[in-house]
C-alpha cells in the first residue's frame, strides 16, 4: 500500500488532497473560501459554487472501471492481477443473534477497511477530476469568473468535489451532461 501512495504522488491530479501524502487538505479549503469571497462579482449567468457528494462510494465503484483507469495510468498487467485478486476474494457473511447465515461474495465496490482502498479509489476518482479539467479547458466560458485570479474548476476532497462554474442553465447541462456519463461509467452516483 505504501507503495502505491508514492506512485499516486506522481500521477494525481493537484486538485486532489484526499488520501495523498503531502497534500494537504487545507489548501483546498483556503482556495474554496477565496471563490465564495467572489461569488457575488456581477457576470452573465452568475457564478455557482457545487459540492458534489459521491453515494456511498466505496460500495458502488465498478471494478472494470477501476481496472481501466489501473491500465490508462500504466500499471502493469502482474499488478491489476493482484489488485483483481484483492478486490474480488473476499467473502462475506451476516451474523444474526451470533450466529453466521451463508457466505457471499461480493460484485462490485471497495472494503472500506482494506489499506489498499483508499488508493485505488483516488485513482478512479482522478478520472472525474481530469474529465472536469477536459471539460472546462474545452468550455472556458464554464468557467467560475473571479477577479484577477487563475481559473479553477473543481477541488478534490478524496470522495468530495467542490466545483467552481459559471451558473447559466446552458452551461449547468453541460456539466450535468458529463457528471451522467461519468456515473454511468464507474457505477458511482452523486447525492442529488
Not at 473560501?33 to 456511498?56: F, P, S, T, W
Not at 461480493?106 to 472494503?111: R, T
Not at 471539460?135 to 476532497?157: D, E, Q, T
Request: charge should be positive.
Amino acid at each position: 500500500m505504501n507503495r502505491l501512495m508514492l506512485i499516486l504522488l506522481n500521477i494525481i491530479s493537484p486538485y486532489q488532497m484526499g488520501f495523498v501524502k503531502g497534500h494537504a487538505i487545507t489548501d483546498n479549503i483556503l482556495l474554496a473560501q477565496e471563490y465564495c469571497h467572489d461569488l457575488d462579482v456581477k457576470v452573465r449567468g452568475g457564478n455557482m459554487i457545487m459540492k458534489l457528494d459521491i453515494a456511498k462510494a466505496y460500495d458502488n465503484i465498478n471494478w472494470n472501471f477501476i481496472y481501466s483507469m489501473l491500465h490508462l495510468f500504466g500499471f502493469d498487467e502482474h499488478f491489476i492481477s493482484l489488485t483483481k485478486r484483492c478486490i474480488e476474494s473476499p467473502y462475506f457473511c451476516i451474523i444474526v443473534n451470533g450466529k453466521s447465515h451463508g457466505f457471499f461474495k461480493a460484485s462490485h465496490g471497495l472494503c472500506q477497511g482494506d489499506p489498499i482502498s483508499p488508493g485505488l479509489f483516488i485513482i478512479a476518482a482522478d478520472f472525474l477530476s481530469r474529465g472536469l479539467s477536459d471539460l472546462f479547458i474545452n468550455y472556458p466560458s464554464l468557467y467560475f469568473k473571479m477577479s484577477g485570479s487563475i481559473n479553477i474548476s473543481h477541488l478534490c476532497f478524496a470522495v468530495d468535489f467542490i466545483m467552481f462554474s459559471n451558473a447559466s442553465r446552458n452551461k449547468i447541462n453541460k456539466i450535468l451532461s458529463f457528471f451522467k456519463s461519468f456515473e454511468e461509467v464507474s457505477g458511482l452516483v452523486f447525492n442529488k
